[in-house]
């Protein structure tokens, strides 16, 4: 316990000395919840970060402690130890019950949540039933006097094309408007740090993209951090900011969205990043010289060469193959530098919209699921029960920690 | 050609009702009746002033020994009016130090008067207040007290202008069901209050003792008023908060 405790303030001071932007979040947090039941796991959120100006994502599975971290920030719960810093001003700071006799631990701060200036967006959204649009929106501005609020409010209401509503209950608007009034209700008092949890989750495409584009435009001319909590790929890619994984209350890895979803470092990830595909196996033999190594699936014939990666010999791990990734060869095919060629049976083949998706057995158990266009199916004129060959570059096969094995 | 023999319970129960129709002013106990209003709207106020946060605090706190307050809270509903006022009367009384103290503050015993009776009925319909301002204020999602938080609204401010407006059908039924036990109240009454007309003398006690004496009209007259009040109470009551928040339609 005590070691653990030193390694977080090791982590503490090497935070401060990192370039930490003058108007960034700084993050650098543990909190342990008790299991409500005797069986229940105890879950620990133990992360430490920076958040520049801008937006960045959080991305990771429900579960992965993402709206825990956020309340964290927002004040709404408490960390059992760390630091939240906004802006060069400690909203949290505190060396936990352990080390409360240290002579240099300093005050510990705590800001009660209507002291910190965050724009939460909360994943319901959580308007006001009892308010029309306009008393959502300018709810935090009640101690302005009435023209400076009324003008502010306006204001808002036009960015996010809601005046017409401003007499409507919350219970009377749609979907995509009620989260236009979140936005809204959350920006009007200019915080110092944005967070949104799922804020478009529940919205069909359209919607999406538009207010995507809102809040992309609305950070160009506000310079905040913005945490971005989603489990979804197409917000990821379309949002285009920095991401930070997270898993099981801990960051996972972090990069460039198109980093993070290539390369998956675990099952979770790699099934949010829209693998469709991902085979469990046991690691064979490792072959540094050509830079992979032979992974063994479901203990059947199927041997899979994947790229190297640190794991250990006979190992669990998992390989995670997008569907897109796949070739199909109606003939044994020749001459390719692809590693991977396996003989399988066509199960079934469905056309959904613009493509077909084909079911391949290449051993008992081991079945893979492959994506077509439409061309490429008028081509081959493949249908089910025949037999295929399944080509699978070393580079598209990404070795994924299992779940647990970590 | 009724000569009121053969059937004797119907033909007087029509007797009492014409009689209540024609000439019930003659034995309305306005008196009565009037203390019994005042006294219920006194209760009524002030029970709400004193149930609003004490129900805040029932629904908000996470202190272990929350359980003995609202037992405390809920004692009433079960206890038999006879025992509570028994101990109120001698809480009331010049033996005790609640008693000395406020004769010594006021100069006259708290027992058979009118404010004695307010103390009393506070105690006694403190559940009725209490209980539907708790679940009022337990249906109120965390989350928008939450964004309140958020949104820079300290605590007082997340009761006033989220919680208490979310919560105004059971505040109304919280009032009205202070107001109208009172009204019905006896026992405590009967206990701490004497029978005073004027002073202490409630309707409920008034009926009582028209009955005691064989006067039915009398009886009928007042308890008919009370009926009729209460009634009219609770259908306002029930109508209004049929309408609901929007609290439901929110999500």
Known sequence: MNASDSIISAQVGDGMLSGESAMGLRVDIRRRTQPATRDAQRFELRLAFDAPVGITVLFGASGSGKTTLLDCIAGLRHPDAGVIRVGGEDWFRSEGTRNKAKADAGQPVCLPPERRRVGYLFQDLALFPHLDVAGNVGFSLHGLPKPDRAAKVEAALEQFRIVDLRHRRPAALSGGERQRVAFARALVRSPQVMLLDEPLSALDYRLRSALMDDLLRWSEAHPIPILYVTHSREELLSLGAAVLVMEEGQLVAQGAPHEVLRAPQSHKVAQLAGFENILRGRMEELHPERGTMSVRIAGGPVLLEVPLSGERLSESIGVAIRAGDILLASQPPEGLSARNVLPGKILSLKRRDVRYEVEVEAAPGVVLQVHLTLAAQTAMNLEAGKTVWLVLKTYSCHPVAEQGAR | ?251
Request: hydrophobic share 55%.
């Open chain 2, 1 to 251: 050609m009724d000569d009121g023999t053969l059937r004797p319970a119907v033909p007087r129960l029509y007797n009492l009702c014409c009689a209540f129709t024609m000439n019930s002013f003659a034995y309305f106990d306005g008196a009565a009746f009037l203390l019994t209003l005042r006294l219920a709207l006194l209760v009524a106020v002030s029970l709400l002033a004193a149930s609003l946060p004490l129900a805040w605090w029932l629904t908000a706190s996470r202190w272990r020994g929350r359980f003995l307050v609202e037992a405390l809270v809920a004692l009433p509903l079960v206890l038999p009016p006879t025992v509570l006022g028994f101990y109120l009367l001698v809480a009331m009384g010049t033996n005790s130090p609640v008693g000395r103290w406020w004769i010594a503050w006021t100069g006259h015993p708290l027992a058979f008067t009118f404010t004695g009776l307010v103390v009393g009925s506070l105690f006694y319909s403190l559940p009725f207040a209490v209980q539907p301002l708790v679940a009022a204020f337990s249906a109120i999602p965390p989350r928008l007290l939450a964004a309140a938080a958020t949104l820079g609204a300290s605590p007082f401010s997340r009761f006033y202008r989220v919680a208490l407006p979310l919560a105004w059908p059971g505040v109304l039924s919280a009032a009205t069901l202070a107001f109208a036990h009172t009204v019905g109240e006896f026992g405590v009454v009967l206990m701490i209050g004497g029978n005073i007309p004027g002073v202490t003398r409630t309707a409920s006690i008034a009926i009582y003792d028209q009955v005691q004496a064989g006067e039915y009209s009398a009886a009928h007259a007042n308890a008919f008023t009370l009926l009729l009040v209460s009634f009219v109470a609770l259908a306002l009551v029930y109508g209004i908060t049929r309408r609901g928040t929007g609290l439901g339609a929110s999500r």
